[in-house]
């Protein structure tokens, strides 16, 4: 099983370039399976068929897993299974013509555009409110995700030009153009607030956001420092990481961006992802039609 498990990893690492967050869930999932069909029928990887998959399932569902949860472990035992087929371990995937649960879909959390200012106006100007400007400015304007904000580099902002280079989820880079706000509020941090967080042992850090430790910043401080001015502006219940990628993609649709470009901004592998967002735009524009025609 180890054996499977490990050459499986690697392949998602070093062939299809996974995101190590994505990876660890992928071979977590594994794990879990492999354990309940070693526990409950003394079962190898290698040896499930499609039955174990649907008790599986059905395990996962009395157990009062979300469709979210138990689409996850799906796709990560499906991926594996096609891993092993891929390497001639089985002949047969046994994830074939498993069907993935309906989620509802949730209705997509934004902030207004005013909304938005206020946000952008609540850091001061110490050192620590230079850098969070220039975070939460750098997180509207190119709709980046967490993980890809706190492992950007100094190297990876060019200023000069106005683009961030992001090399995101599946390893594959991309370039996004940086407003003019958000191009000077990361101007100021870069040449006033970063080098006085720089330790004199760090001076080769190359994280472009670093903590008071001179270190690179981190997915728990930046869940904290948007809690910490979503209540100075008032959405304490709204802000989140995903609720700026959403306002980010929201704005751009409501202001006429196509939807392909929209797709490589975000990072997006598969067109779907990116269409959720049109949702929020037909209901707009119906509300709008509402509003305003005579005969609505």
């Not at 068929?49 to 689409?71: M, R």
């Not at 499906?78 to 498993?98: G, Q, S």
Request: hydrophobic share 35%.
């Amino acid at each position: 099983m180890d054996q499977y498990l490990n050459e499986f990893t690697a392949y998602l690492s070093q062939e299809k370039r996974m995101a190590q967050n994505s990876l660890e869930a992928y071979k977590r999932d594994v794990l879990e399976f492999a354990e309940m069909i070693r526990k409950k029928q003394d079962l190898r990887l290698d040896e499930v068929s499609n039955t174990e998959i649907v008790a599986y399932l059905l395990k996962l569902k009395n157990d009062g897993k979300s469709a979210a949860t138990v689409n996850r472990k799906i796709a990560s035992l499906r991926a594996f299974y096609n891993y092993m087929v891929l390497r001639n371990n089985i002949k047969t995937n046994p994830t074939l013509n498993i069907k993935s649960p309906k989620i509802e879909r949730k209705e997509i959390e934004y902030l207004s555009i005013e909304e938005i200012e206020i946000l952008l106006s609540k850091p001061d100007r110490s050192i620590k409110g230079i850098r969070d400007r220039a975070i939460l400015e750098l997180l509207y304007a190119t709709g980046i995700r967490v993980s890809e904000i706190v492992e950007t580099n100094v190297e990876d902002l060019n200023l000069r030009m106005g683009f961030v280079v992001c090399n995101g989820e599946h390893g594959k880079a991309r370039i996004i153009p940086l407003g003019r706000p958000a191009r000077a509020a990361a101007e100021e941090y870069i040449y006033e607030a970063r080098p006085k967080l720089l330790r004199d042992n760090n001076g080769d850090e190359k994280a472009l956001f670093l903590n008071y430790n001179g270190g690179r910043f981190t997915r728990q401080g930046l869940w904290k420092l948007l809690k910490e001015y979503a209540k100075l502006a008032g959405i304490e219940n709204k802000l989140t990481p995903q609720t700026l990628r959403n306002s980010f993609a929201v704005h751009m649709i409501q202001n006429g961006a196509d939807l392909k470009s929209l797709q490589e901004l975000l990072g997006h592998e598969d067109i779907n992802a990116t269409q959720i967002y049109l949702s929020v735009s037909k209901n707009r524009i119906k509300e709008v039609y509402d509003r305003t025609h005579p005969r609505a």
